[in-house]
């Protein structure tokens, strides 16, 4: 498992910042880790692309951005995150693409940014640059459509980890970090692991059925929480993942949820079906390892 001597956050100014930071903070603060703060400027095409000028006007007004840019990324939280090991760095392109390039040449433990959903309908909404960083990044990625309305005090009070496992190969390194977590917070950790709906026989083979899936799962669950020396609540449901995941998050009152997000390259990318599902319906801040 990765360290955490470095967090990432990518920071565009707005409150949905603001209140990311307050996670970052937290984490660096327990784990005493680098804080990497990173704005990415548009090029000068996407930034003054609609006004009529000339080459050399455009350099000027692009330079004269990037200096308020620099100068607000000084000035972003200075008071709140004084004292500590922070780095604030500027770059020029897209964003996403940039996001995902500095985080794997710094090496960063974690990326931590919110999910830029807007409206009443920001529940089902994931912006397409969180979407890319959490399709592309190698790291574990902090986020969430609640991640934005977190109070200051929340952040640094986890006081409830939720892990969700499907037993597969990732499912070792997800739980290590729910572990790494909930220890270094000293909250109470929960697991889940979700089987398929229960078949409809018509007969006692479903109750069965039922009962060797259950067993079965138990025992792996069990024998992953040895391989890795952690001990935890368990909870095994059947039932559609996205759904019961987010659902059990609710009943135990998680704080943080740990999911995995595949290590699978190609078209589809880290961010597979279930996960994009869970981050978009949590009622907390999701961490997809």
Not at 35 to 45: G, M, S, T
Not at 90 to 98: L, N, Q, R, Y
Not at 112 to 122: A, D, E, L, Q
Request: some cysteine.
């Amino acid at each position: 498992m990765q360290s955490l001597s470095k967090i990432l956050l990518p920071v565009d100014f707005s409150e949905r910042s603001v209140a990311a930071a307050h996670y970052a903070k937290a984490l660096a603060g327990r784990f005493g880790s680098e804080l990497l703060l990173l704005h990415v400027l548009a090029p000068p095409q996407y930034e003054f692309g609609s006004l009529e000028i000339g080459g050399s006007m455009l350099t000027e007004l692009y330079r004269g951005r990037a200096e308020q840019v620099s100068a607000d990324l000084d000035a972003f939280l200075a008071a709140e995150l004084a004292g500590m090991n922070v780095r604030r760095t500027v770059i020029e392109g897209e964003p996403a693409s940039k996001i995902v390039e500095f985080a794997h040449r710094e090496r960063a433990g974690i990326i931590i940014m919110p999910t830029h959903g807007y409206g009443p309908f920001r529940r089902f909404i994931l912006g397409s640059n969180t979407a890319k960083v959490l399709h592309d990044a190698d790291c574990p990625v902090w986020t969430g459509v609640h991640l934005e309305q977190a109070p200051a005090p929340a952040a640094d009070s986890l006081r409830s980890v939720l892990c969700g496992v499907d037993l597969g190969p990732q499912s070792s390194k997800t739980l290590c970090w729910a572990a790494m977590l909930a220890r270094e917070f000293g909250a109470r950790l929960t697991v889940i692991h979700v089987t398929a709906p229960d078949p409809d026989f018509g007969d006692n083979s479903e109750v069965n059925w039922r009962i060797d899936v259950r067993e079965s799962a138990e025992r792996e669950l069990l024998r992953l929480e040895r391989s890795v020396n952690v001990e935890a609540d368990l909870l095994i449901e059947a039932g559609e993942p996205a759904k019961i995941i987010c659902s059990a998050a609710q009943r135990v009152e998680a704080d943080a949820l740990v999911i995995g997000r595949g290590s699978a390259a190609g078209v589809f990318g880290r961010l597979r079906t279930n996960a994009y599902a869970i981050i978009r319906q949590s009622p907390c801040p999701v961490v997809s390892v």
